[in-house]
């Protein structure tokens, strides 16, 4: 599967903020989708996925939403209320494991990332 992340940008603190993936090559309503994002100086972490289950990190549940369009074949995460915390490249990434949220190492093809900055 080809990523393509788009929709990034500079907010300021209580903003928000909508990230896309458009996915392209094989049959994406059969992957999970993921995002991740990794701040400056910090390894890479997992905020959301969603396939045939849905999954968030404790640090975003009740601020991100995902989302996904099975006809655009494209994946969103809405963010809402940001905080400077949640500086960091955004990056989506697909799984063929679909039956639960899979681990970091089982997710296949990633795509481009793309910078949200949170700052006043």
């Known amino acids: 599967v080809q990523l393509q992340a788009s929709g990034g940008g500079l907010v300021r603190p209580g903003d928000s903020l909508r990230v896309s993936c458009a996915a392209s090559?094989?049959?994406?309503?059969?992957?999970?989708m993921g995002w991740f994002r990794q701040a400056p100086g910090k390894g890479r972490e997992f905020v959301a996925a969603k396939g045939k289950r849905t999954c968030y990190t404790e640090a975003v549940k009740g601020r991100f939403t995902i989302s996904r369009d099975i006809a655009k074949s494209t994946v969103y995460l809405q963010m809402n209320n940001l905080k400077p915390e949640d500086t960091a490249v955004y990056y989506c990434a697909a799984s063929p494991y679909y039956g639960y949220c899979p681990s970091d190492y089982q997710y296949d093809d990633w795509g481009q990332g793309t910078q949200v900055t949170v700052s006043s």
């Open positions: 090559g094989r049959t994406f309503d059969a992957y999970t």
